[in-house]
Protein backbone atom coordinates (compact mmCIF):
# COMPACT_ATOMS: atom_id res chain seq x y z
CA UNK A 1 0.00 0.00 0.00
CA UNK A 2 1.33 3.60 -1.02
CA UNK A 3 1.15 6.00 1.65
CA UNK A 4 -0.99 8.86 1.50
CA UNK A 5 0.19 11.95 0.40
CA UNK A 6 -1.08 14.93 2.84
CA UNK A 7 -1.01 18.41 1.94
CA UNK A 8 -1.57 21.73 3.69
CA UNK A 9 -4.13 24.00 3.63
CA UNK A 10 -1.34 26.33 1.96
CA UNK A 11 -0.52 23.65 -0.85
CA UNK A 12 -4.56 23.23 -1.55
CA UNK A 13 -5.24 26.67 -1.99
CA UNK A 14 -2.18 26.70 -4.57
CA UNK A 15 -3.54 23.86 -6.12
CA UNK A 16 -7.29 25.40 -6.76
CA UNK A 17 -5.24 28.95 -7.52
CA UNK A 18 -3.69 27.03 -9.89
CA UNK A 19 -7.36 24.87 -11.36
CA UNK A 20 -5.60 21.39 -10.80
CA UNK A 21 -7.25 18.68 -11.52
CA UNK A 22 -7.97 17.79 -8.41
CA UNK A 23 -11.74 16.68 -6.66
CA UNK A 24 -12.52 17.80 -3.33
CA UNK A 25 -14.35 15.15 -0.75
CA UNK A 26 -15.35 16.39 2.37
CA UNK A 27 -16.52 13.79 4.49
CA UNK A 28 -17.81 15.14 7.72
CA UNK A 29 -21.31 14.84 8.89
CA UNK A 30 -24.16 17.09 7.58
CA UNK A 31 -24.18 19.25 10.98
CA UNK A 32 -20.44 19.89 10.42
CA UNK A 33 -20.86 20.65 6.94
CA UNK A 34 -24.02 22.77 7.52
CA UNK A 35 -20.77 25.23 9.51
CA UNK A 36 -18.94 25.87 6.50
CA UNK A 37 -17.15 23.90 3.65
CA UNK A 38 -14.47 24.56 1.15
CA UNK A 39 -16.92 26.48 -1.97
CA UNK A 40 -15.19 23.44 -4.65
CA UNK A 41 -15.79 20.54 -2.22
CA UNK A 42 -18.20 17.71 -2.96
CA UNK A 43 -19.89 16.50 0.05
CA UNK A 44 -20.00 12.69 0.66
CA UNK A 45 -19.94 11.97 4.83
CA UNK A 46 -17.49 9.42 5.66
CA UNK A 47 -20.03 6.48 6.15
CA UNK A 48 -21.36 6.89 2.44
CA UNK A 49 -17.85 6.35 0.97
CA UNK A 50 -17.81 2.59 0.18
CA UNK A 51 -21.21 3.57 -1.56
CA UNK A 52 -20.16 6.48 -3.45
CA UNK A 53 -17.26 4.89 -4.81
CA UNK A 54 -19.14 3.71 -7.87
CA UNK A 55 -19.77 7.00 -9.29
CA UNK A 56 -16.29 8.19 -8.36
CA UNK A 57 -13.82 8.53 -11.41
CA UNK A 58 -10.11 6.87 -10.57
CA UNK A 59 -8.79 8.48 -12.80
CA UNK A 60 -8.67 11.91 -10.75
CA UNK A 61 -6.82 12.88 -8.37
CA UNK A 62 -8.91 13.84 -4.88
CA UNK A 63 -7.99 15.41 -2.17
CA UNK A 64 -9.90 14.27 1.08
CA UNK A 65 -11.47 16.64 3.65
CA UNK A 66 -12.69 16.72 7.32
CA UNK A 67 -12.65 18.41 10.64
CA UNK A 68 -8.94 17.60 11.88
CA UNK A 69 -7.61 14.84 9.28
CA UNK A 70 -8.49 12.37 11.09
CA UNK A 71 -11.41 10.74 9.28
CA UNK A 72 -10.09 12.14 6.21
CA UNK A 73 -6.90 9.99 6.41
CA UNK A 74 -9.21 6.70 7.33
CA UNK A 75 -11.09 7.79 4.01
CA UNK A 76 -8.24 8.59 1.65
CA UNK A 77 -6.26 4.87 2.93
CA UNK A 78 -9.70 2.85 2.05
CA UNK A 79 -9.23 4.32 -1.10
CA UNK A 80 -6.04 4.36 -2.07
CA UNK A 81 -6.79 0.38 -1.39
CA UNK A 82 -9.70 0.63 -3.95
CA UNK A 83 -7.35 2.10 -6.54
CA UNK A 84 -7.83 5.50 -6.30
CA UNK A 85 -5.61 8.52 -6.27
CA UNK A 86 -5.84 10.68 -3.31
CA UNK A 87 -4.09 13.19 -1.03
CA UNK A 88 -5.28 13.65 2.71
CA UNK A 89 -5.61 17.65 3.85
CA UNK A 90 -3.45 18.25 7.03
CA UNK A 91 -5.26 19.03 9.67
CA UNK A 92 -8.45 19.47 8.07
CA UNK A 93 -10.90 22.22 7.73
CA UNK A 94 -9.08 23.26 11.78
CA UNK A 95 -6.11 24.33 9.46
CA UNK A 96 -7.77 25.66 6.69
CA UNK A 97 -7.65 29.17 5.92
CA UNK A 98 -8.91 29.89 2.47
CA UNK A 99 -12.44 30.37 1.77
CA UNK A 100 -15.34 28.52 3.01
CA UNK A 101 -18.91 28.82 1.92
CA UNK A 102 -22.03 28.27 4.18
Known amino acids: M??????TSTELQDMLDEKSDIVL???????EVAQGMIEEAEHIPLREIPEALKE????KNYVLICHSGMRSMN?????NEEGFKVMNLTGGMLEWDGEIVV
Do not use: P, S, T, W
Open 56 to 59: LDKQ
Open 2 to 7: DDIKEI
Open 25 to 31: IDVRENE
Open 75 to 79: AALFM
